[in-house]
């Protein structure tokens, strides 16, 4: 089971439309030299129309031998429609692991505003999707991989967990070698730089939404003097370590459960007992769905409640799984489930959860043993009923065994002297809790972190109903104009 962090809707929508890079004409505007041309189709997916350009830009593999090996970042861009033009807006969609090729011409209505002065342009990052993507292991021995209980009760379970979760990092680097080393979140923020010279641009413009916000703090705290308009949207919490985050995580999902069980007439205590009792029958005896040779286990179960609760518009479907779970069928949720898993109906599965985890095992040196997660499980479970014990669990397995060390325990992204960074936290955000939003704008500094809220639900701000937050990032990547520190979006 992938980690909850990883903004989803952009992992289901990059199954939908992916892009890769051809070579082609020349650039004929600003664009560093960069070798534009049409973007081409994948195997699962069409190339975007011939308004989006692609192109591939050469980096070190190694920051620390700037003159040693490179390898390619796989870029997209669409110009600028209007006259009075910024320059580029860069973009990352969360995850980490999720593809700026597949996800930007698909978002790129959501901030068709924005493009009247920007170019919209984004990127794979190092070690996913066309930018030396890393794949773990093959579709059948991940289907195999769901019979795997991620919240183990016995001993047997417990080996059988861990093994998996060694084997998990054996395969990501038979398939990535060196590269592995070499995918870290500070790796990918001098990335961002190399790339903003390449486009021609004195400032990083940027729009970092979820894991994205990590990625942009990092780049403000190693490039402040290059920080032009940046806003971070759906924030992770820089100030937390392995478990902190986890227990963000644990009180962010049960908030949008407690939301959605209100909205159905509910009471959120009682609602939550009910479906933690579900989710116990189905741990002894796995439901029946309609998919020939697949069960809905515990695991997929708790992944399928997931999905929804990050779009409040999608509350309704979450109401017809759980109806139909409760009825003995596991079909629904096992639906939900692949979709977070990213896995389409030939049985195939994408790899942004192979990238997801290879980076943050690299960024993370914090490595919890069963007993110390055995010792927080009563904390965790306090914390969420439905969510608690498999976050709890989470903390231990994740990077297991990981073939290669982590760097730190939290990032840094104090960022003095930097341009003022508008922070967008959501008050409902289930994936990263609002509470991170105000954390990293502290961090960031004073006169940095610039914070804005919305009392809203759902992974994200911009771009989910409210005119305000729509109208404010606006004002202030368009013109310049920073909100007064503390505004709030009711």
């Known amino acids: 089971m992938s980690r909850f962090v990883r903004w989803t809707a952009v992992a289901v929508a990059s199954a939908l439309l992916a892009a890769g890079c051809s070579g082609g004409s020349s650039d004929d505007g600003k664009g560093g030299g960069l070798s534009w041309g049409r973007c081409k189709a994948t195997a699962d997916a069409p190339a975007p129309s011939s308004d989006w350009q692609c192109a591939t830009l050469k980096v070190p593999l190694d920051w620390s031998k700037p003159d040693g090996e490179t390898i390619g970042l796989a870029l997209i861009r669409a110009k600028a429609r209007g006259d009075d033009r910024v320059g580029s807006l860069l973009f990352n969609f969360g995850g980490p692991g999720a593809s700026g090729l597949s996800m930007m011409p698909s978002y790129a209505p959501t901030v068709s505003r924005l493009r009247e002065r920007y170019d919209l342009v984004s990127w794979d990052p190092r070690g996913v999707g066309a930018s030396e993507g890393v794949r773990c292991r093959?579709?059948?021995?991940?289907?195999?991989?769901?019979?795997?209980?991620?919240?183990?009760?016995?001993?047997?379970?417990?080996?059988?967990?861990?093994?998996?979760?060694?084997?998990?990092?054996?395969?990501?680097?038979?398939?990535?070698?060196?590269?592995?080393?070499?995918?870290?979140?500070?790796?990918?923020?001098?990335?961002?730089?190399?790339?903003?010279?390449?486009?021609?641009?004195?400032r990083m413009h940027y729009f970092g939404i979820s894991y994205g916000t990590e990625l942009g703090g990092t780049y403000a705290h190693l490039f402040p003097q290059k920080v032009g308009r940046m806003t971070l949207d759906a924030v992770v919490d820089p100030g937390a370590d392995t478990v902190g985050h986890a227990q963000n995580q644990a009180r962010g999902f049960q908030r949008a459960l407690n939301g959605y069980l209100e909205s159905t007439g509910q009471d959120?205590?009682?609602?939550?007992?009910?479906?933690?009792?579900l989710l116990r029958r189905i741990d002894a005896r796995p439901l029946p769905t309609a998919t020939p040779g697949r069960k809905l286990t515990q695991t997929l179960a708790v992944t399928g409640l997931t999905l929804p609760l990050y779009n409040k518009e999608s509350w309704p479907t979450l109401t017809s799984a759980l109806d139909a779970a409760e009825r003995g069928d596991g079909s629904e949720l096992l639906t939900l489930a692949d979709g977070y898993n990213d896995r389409a109906p030939s049985g195939h599965y994408g790899t942004t959860t192979h990238s997801q985890r290879v980076i943050s095992c690299l960024d993370d040196r914090q490595r919890p043993t069963a007993t110390r997660t055995k010792e927080l499980l009563p904390e965790f479970e306090k914390i969420s009923p439905v969510f608690g014990t498999f976050l709890g669990w989470d903390t231990a397995g994740w990077c297991h065994d990981w073939p290669v060390p982590g760097q730190h325990d939290t990032p840094e992204v104090s960022a003095p002297g930097a341009a003022p960074v508008l922070v967008v936290g959501n008050t409902g955000d289930p994936a990263t809790p609002y509470e991170g939003a105000r954390r990293m704008a502290d961090e960031l500094g004073k006169g940095v972190g610039v914070m804005l809220t919305w009392r809203g639900e759902g992974h994200g701000a911009y771009g989910s109903g409210s005119d305000c937050v729509d109208s404010t990032v606006d004002a202030y990547l368009l013109d310049g104009s920073v909100p007064k520190d503390g505004k709030v979006c009711s």
């Not at 991620?150 to 590269?179: I, M, N, R, S, W």
């Not at 009682?270 to 009792?277: F, L, V, Y």
């Open 268 to 277: 959120p205590r009682e609602g939550t007992r009910k479906i933690a009792d």
């Open 138 to 202: 093959g579709d059948k021995e991940i289907q195999a991989a769901e019979s795997v209980d991620v919240t183990p009760d016995t001993p047997a379970e417990e080996k059988a967990y861990f093994q998996d979760a060694a084997d998990f990092g054996k395969g990501c680097h038979k398939d990535a070698g060196k590269l592995m080393a070499h995918v870290s979140t500070a790796d990918s923020a001098r990335d961002m730089d190399r790339v903003r010279e390449a486009l021609g641009d004195d």
